[in-house]
């Protein structure tokens, strides 16, 4: 695999480029996460979500795409949005393509829990009520 996809966009997330980036004969598996913001957190209902990211996170996003894929060997892509989202949006795409589904979905699942620990973007929950909370800073 050449560049690997790792990216931090503005604009609405196409889940078949991410599985695309990722695909290819030698596999028969791809797992494809979808972070969906939904309509409520901690018993409050959710309007929208904003989300700011470091100048760096996306240096910060390819470090964990790397990690992932040097310790697995396996094909491996996430984008991240930032920016004001609807609940329905994605707010992040992440795919692994593996031989075989068991490793594909392990090494999802670890680089999922390592962009959300290690990558710099917070998001600000506006409720329903009018309050806002800036989570993850």
Not at 35 to 41: A, E, L, P, Q, Y
Not at 45 to 59: C, G, K, M, T
Not at 88 to 97: F, H, K, N, S
């Amino acid at each position: 695999m050449s560049e690997r996809l790792a990216k931090i966009s503005s604009d609405p997330l196409e889940p078949e480029a991410i599985d695309r980036a990722v695909a290819g004969p030698e596999n028969g598996a791809v797992v494809l996460f979808t972070g969906v913001v939904r309509n409520h957190d901690g018993g409050h209902s959710v309007s929208l979500l904003e989300y700011q990211a470091h100048p760096d996170a996306e240096r910060f996003l390819r470090a964990c795409c790397d990690q992932v894929a040097e310790s697995t060997g396996l094909a491996v892509a996430a984008v991240h949005r930032v920016g004001s989202l609807q609940v329905g949006d994605l707010a992040l795409v992440a795919a692994v393509a593996a031989p075989h589904r068991k490793e594909a979905f392990a090494a999802c699942a670890d680089l999922v829990e390592r962009i959300k620990h290690e990558v710099p973007i917070w998001k600000r929950q506006h409720f329903a009520d009018g309050v806002t909370e800036w989570v993850g800073l």
